[in-house]
């Protein structure tokens, strides 16, 4: 978006990249969700004594894991 964008738009399109790229935490906004027609997956390992996420692996948009 930054190489698209004129002199005009440059700080815009770096205000927007920065929104994007920002994770924001799931415990506050919820899980993103994918727009309609797309699907996002991931895995997540969790230790089920402790509750915690031991790891997680986010794929790209419309992409999973396939044997």
Not at 27 to 42: D, E, N, Y
């Amino acid at each position: 978006m930054k190489e698209a964008a004129g002199p005009d738009e440059q700080e815009l399109a770096e205000m927007v990249d920065a929104f994007l790229n920002e994770d924001l935490p799931e415990t506050i906004f919820g899980a993103p969700k994918a727009g309609p027609g797309l699907w996002a997956s991931v895995i997540r390992i969790t230790d089920p004594l402790e509750g915690k996420t031991m790891f997680l692996h986010r794929f790209e948009q419309n992409e999973a894991a396939v044997r």
